[in-house]
């Protein structure tokens, strides 16, 4: 079995929840006893997002490749990165990084194009839903993303990072984040919704809200891992 190494803490909560999502995803492919190997680092949240806040990516990409390299070090056969923000240098990081990394963004649109969806909104922290890593990989495969409205981007970062990363769950905060998903659905008409940020699935727990997909993408990293862990070669 490989040994797969995780980049935690961004943020601490979605971690937890990998490492959960992980061991009952392997339980259910291998209902041995035994557990999967695995390897965390857990890095400076706060670190990162500055990185982000400042546009400095050279600076995010040089931390996480150090970061990365100390799972090699430790035995890691192959890694991913437990958030969506941080893919937003994921092609920089691939080439440079001494184990294979698994994109959560290509994952998940392969989840979709494999379940026929055609037009996803896009939910995550003000980074991912601005920036162009998503719609990259999604338009190759004939999919439209459509974010928010600005006010309504603006309400899913807040709470994003001043309530879901801390670990704080509120009904009303759920509440309004489904508000949003209902004036996509009639504004636009969307078929399903992306929660890229992994705290998200956190809140909205349900597979579906009124029919509509909502696609956890930390549990479709996970289970890429865990096929990954149990792969040959």
Do not use: W
Not at 35 to 48: H, M, R
Not at 205 to 233: C, F, N, Q, W
Request: hydrophobic content about 45%; overall charge neutral.
């Amino acid at each position: 079995m490989k040994t797969l190494g995780i980049i935690g803490g961004m943020g601490p909560e979605s971690t937890i929840a990998y490492y959960r999502t992980i061991i009952a995803l392997y339980h259910e492919r291998k209902p041995d006893g035994s557990y999967p190997q695995l390897i965390i680092n857990s890095v400076d949240l706060k670190k990162g997002m500055d990185f982000m806040a400042a546009n400095d990516l050279a600076g995010a990409a040089k931390h996480l490749l150090e970061e990365i390299a100390k799972l090699a070090r430790a035995g890691a056969d192959f890694g991913l990165i437990a958030a969506n923000t941080p893919h937003i240098i994921f092609d920089d990081l691939r080439p440079q990084s001494p184990i294979p990394l698994i994109s959560i963004v290509e994952v998940t649109c392969a989840v979709a194009k494999a379940r026929g969806l055609k037009k996803l909104g896009l939910f995550g922290t003000r980074f991912t839903m601005q920036g162009n890593f998503y719609p990259k990989v999604f338009t190759r495969e004939g999919i439209e993303l459509v974010v928010p409205d600005p006010a309504d981007q603006e309400y899913i970062h807040d709470r994003y990072m001043n309530e879901l990363v801390e670990g704080m769950f509120r009904g009303e905060t759920r509440a309004g984040l489904l508000a949003i998903v209902d004036r996509l659905k009639n504004k636009i008409d969307i078929d399903g919704v992306i929660l890229a940020g992994t705290e998200l699935p956190l809140i909205l727990r349900d597979a579906t809200y009124h029919g509509i997909p909502l696609l956890d993408t930390m549990k479709i990293h996970a289970r890429a891992a865990v096929a990954e862990m149990l792969s040959r070669g």
